[in-house]
């Protein structure tokens, strides 16, 4: 039998086909055993030949398909690193390997998320390194989106005035360091410059970075909201109620008011999102008010705003290549003079009692303590080892390391390898000098969110920062206006 008959049969018919034909040459063969004599040869050629056939097909089936579920396990959650294509994501990622270190925020705070008002004087900051080391041209410009990150239908002359994109003409050169690369940085909006580019429209937006004025090579893209207060937004915390999780999870419970600004039918034209410490896999996007009055509406009673607490950051600092910090256990150079640190085994924080410290919320700062003149240029690329011990391999999924350091991102780069030698998770990330925050989470790649209740626990004490976005979208109207932002911390209360 071809083999391409083989295979059409197989993609045609899928599982079924492949009982069938498992079934059919099990038979055949029983058949065969059967006779008087178990060791009877086939009689005539067509008695060989079809047993050959059923032979042949049973192990090529079983290699199509263990090919062919690798594969798509491999791609169910779709996030490879760096993808080298033309077509635009709208969300944070990554689609040139030379690209490192984005950092993307509202200028007066880097932990914070890159969010702007539509009639205020704040400004975004873009920063990031190309690991080339020579000189290109990137240029900005922006996607308006609804509030599912979907392109909305506006034309770009609805949402911007000024300068539609923008070169970034701010860059420097790495001094002092083994790894050579080129800084890039930009604020804007700016009066007066091509960067006085003003939005016109609220809601959510994507920032795309494109090389030599070609806007299919694409560079890397960055979600960012512009909000309109049209809404005030007042939340409080409290402890989940029964169920056994009031000591592991944070239930939010607030209240949305328009200001002068009708909301007709709240259950269908408008939208709350909230999200935790800046990280969209577990953003939740589904929640309606649980009670009405006029222009009130009240989110409260329910689990649809509850989150796991989850815990403090785990943390380590590269700050300094001359001196073992509190979390790094080794620093050595290789042939190629590149740095690496080695950092002390993890343990599993799930059975532990909770211990509260400061952190950044999964953020990270860059500098070297060594620096001269400027940190961004001088700070250099380091080798890091991660390692997690884990009595055994884990059967629900894989391990990965969360955090802005791998852009809130679970694919090839931070997903974790088992060491049967060490009974662990390692991976090894090449990351700028700085002080970091991670954590380790769970997917079973068949779903965006990833469990960090199993390596970290999760308490009601931990701090968490949450924004709550609320979206609308008029009648008559074709885009979704982001019609109020409120941020919150779980220890503010």
């Not at 509850?306 to 290789?334: A, Q």
């Not at 391990?399 to 030698?421: C, H, P, V």
């Not at 965006?448 to 924004?467: Q, V």
Request: aromatic share 16%.
């Amino acid at each position: 039998m071809k083999v391409e008959n083989v295979t059409v049969r197989i993609l045609r018919q899928g599982w079924s086909g492949l009982s069938e034909l498992l079934s059919s040459a099990a038979s055949f063969a029983l058949e065969r055993a059967s006779s008087d004599s178990p060791l009877r040869r086939p009689n005539t050629r067509s008695e060989l030949a079809e047993l050959k056939k059923r032979l042949f097909e049973a192990p090529l089936i079983l290699l199509f398909l263990f090919i062919s579920v690798m594969s798509q396990s491999q791609n169910t959650t779709g996030d490879d690193d760096y993808v080298n294509s033309n077509v635009l994501k709208y969300d944070d990622y990554i689609y040139k390997a030379n690209i490192r270190t984005i950092q993307f925020h509202e200028s007066s705070w880097e932990y914070g998320a890159p969010v702007i008002s539509l009639h205020g004087e704040e400004q975004l900051t873009l920063e990031f390194d190309d690991l080339d080391g020579d000189r290109k041209d990137y240029t900005i410009t922006f996607v308006h989106c609804n509030a599912d990150w979907t392109p909305s239908n506006l034309m770009t002359a609805e949402y911007m005035t000024g300068y539609y994109e923008f070169n970034i003409l701010n860059f420097g050169y790495g001094m002092n360091t083994y790894q050579k690369f080129t800084h890039y940085e930009i604020s804007f909006p700016q009066a007066g410059t091509q960067m006085n580019t003003l939005f016109t429209k609220s809601g959510n937006y994507l920032m795309y970075v494109y090389i030599n004025g070609n806007r299919e090579d694409l560079a890397f893209s960055r979600r960012f909201m512009v909000y309109d207060n049209k809404t005030a937004i007042a939340g409080t915390f409290r402890q989940q109620a029964g169920g056994g999780d009031q000591f592991s999870k944070q239930h939010i419970d607030f209240k949305i008011v328009g200001l002068g600004y009708d909301i007709n039918n709240p259950y269908k034209d408008m939208k709350v999102v909230l999200v935790q410490n800046n990280r969209w896999d577990n953003a939740i996007t589904d929640i309606k008010p649980t009670f009405l009055n006029n222009n009130e509406f009240t989110y409260s009673l329910d689990d649809a705003s509850t989150f796991t607490g989850g815990n403090e950051f785990r943390y380590f600092d590269t700050r300094s290549m001359r001196f073992l910090t509190e979390r790094v256990k080794d620093i050595y150079k290789d042939n190629d003079l590149k740095y690496h640190v080695t950092l002390y085994n993890d343990e599993v924080r799930a059975s532990k009692p909770y211990l509260f410290y400061n952190d950044f919320n999964g953020a990270y700062l860059i500098k070297n303590r060594e620096a001269l003149n400027n940190t961004n240029v001088e700070a250099d690329y380091v080798y890091v080892d991660f390692f997690l011990s884990y009595p055994k391999p884990e059967a629900k999924g894989n391990f990965y390391i969360m955090g802005k350091l791998t852009d809130w991102r679970m694919n090839k780069l931070s997903k974790m390898t088992y060491n049967y030698d060490r009974g662990g998770y390692q991976t090894r990330l090449y990351l700028k000098q700085g002080f970091y925050n991670y954590m380790y989470v769970l997917s079973n790649d068949t779903k965006p969110g990833g469990d960090e209740t199993i390596t970290e626990g999760s308490f009601w004490d931990t701090e968490n920062d949450y924004y709550i976005y609320v979206y609308h979208r008029q009648f008559g109207t074709y885009y979704d206006q982001l019609i109020g932002m409120k941020r919150l911390n779980s220890l503010k209360r």
